[in-house]
């Protein structure tokens, strides 16, 4: 029998979501030296990029040029790509197995994790994640809605993401109308009422997971001020040795900087808040009026680091309409697949799945890191799959090799897949109607659209 990865019998790859963690395993895949290799590339959308189109801000355009990148790695001929094919639905892992000698899970956390407090499921009570598929025009958030008409609006945690949240409610809605926002996400924010955002850390500013670049953006917002209270940056001794960080110590020098500025004129205000964790959120008439807190005061955690801890003083936080949970994704499990629930991630040892099979990325590693961090993430699982294979560990499968084998099944299964040719196709129409628009990009928001964009 020919042994796959030579000229005779090309390894099979699948690799199942096509953001940017799947685009860089095919480059690292493409790029072996002396490798004769077929990768299969899935996305259960019409689209591909994953966060770099759905989850990075619409006025952070440069970083989704990345995507140009992917576009040369999907322009290789020995790469193909299966939009539209859902796992689990369309295709099953078993089906999978049978017709690939290696699986490479690239399907990121699409899920978020909870604050587990009363109130969280009050009306008015939303995950970061929904904001953000919403505003950029993802499919699963694109019937959702958001009464901005409250005054005032919290964000929970501190990380880059309740940072975009915070800039997008913030921002004037004229700067994102240039960009490719969701049409129906800039007509709800054009009609907001929220006045203050309040930006909630449960640990103090040395510890904000936020990048200083992120921050300074958010001074940056013209319509808004950043109000930040000199008593939120008082520093306790472990803080103080935080400091050392150079991140931190941006961070932190941003924030004295504004507080120095004081309050302001501008008619937004954003008030990060630090050291404080919403115990309640309390209801009114059925929809969310208002968030109790409670302060904390913070401590080592016996593993190098700073935890925080209640002190039993609380206060409210009036006419907040509006809440999103940003404090951090998790992983959806996939059936037949190891998952670990603890860290909401799949379970691997370093990329290692199950024999020949391998998870890159947030599904590997947990939702940490920016895009580029899946780059050396998926190049480390590509090295261990390559390992694998010369060392013969690869699961012992009756794989069927042949190019046929899934476009045969996904089209008895009457699947209609998108190719990658045809994804471009769509493409051009979201830039050609964003061009009609005066902005960067009109993106189709419901799946049905996209499948027709590509029938075209
Ligand atoms: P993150 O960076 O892990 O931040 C999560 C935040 O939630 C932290 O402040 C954390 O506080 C807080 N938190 C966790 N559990 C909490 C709880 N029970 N109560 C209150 N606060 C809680 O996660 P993320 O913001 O979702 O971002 C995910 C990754 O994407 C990060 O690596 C981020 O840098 C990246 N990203 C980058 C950009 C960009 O570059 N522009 C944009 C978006 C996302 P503790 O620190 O106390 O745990």
Known sequence: MNRPGTPARPLCVAVIGAGPSGFYAVEALIKVPDLNVRVDLFDRLPSPYGLARGGVAPDHQKIKSVTAVYDRVAADPRVRFFGHVK?????MVSELRERYDQIVYAVGCESDRKMGIPGEDLKGSYSATDFVGWYNGHPD??????????EAAAVVGIGNVAIDVVRILAQDPDVLAKTDIAAHALEALRKSKVKRVYL????????????PKE?????AVERADLVV?????????????GLSDATARKNYEYLVNAAHKGPGTKELKIIPRFCVSPVE?????????AVALEHNELEPDGKGGVKARGNHEYETLKDVGLVFRSVGY???PIPGVPFNDRAG???????????????VGWAKRGPSGLIGTNRACSVATVAAMMEDLKADRLAVRNVDPSPDATPILLSAKGVQTVSFAQWKAIDKLELENGRKAGKIREKFTHVQEMLEAAAK
């Open 141 to 150: 958030y694109r019937d959702m809605s958001f009464d901005l008409s409250c």
């Open 330 to 332: 998790r992983g959806v």
């Open 215 to 219: 921050i300074e953006e958010v001074g």
């Open 281 to 289: 959120l309390i209801g009114e008439n059925g929809r969310l009026a």
């Open 345 to 359: 991630r799949i379970d691997n040892d370093n990329g290692r799945v199950a024999p020949s099979e391998y998870a």
């Open 87 to 91: 796992l689990g639905i369309d295709i």
């Open 200 to 211: 909630l850390g449960r640990r103090g500013p040395v510890q904000a997971a936020f990048s």
């Open 229 to 241: 209270d000199e008593g939120e940056l008082r520093l306790d001794v472990v803080s103080q040795q």
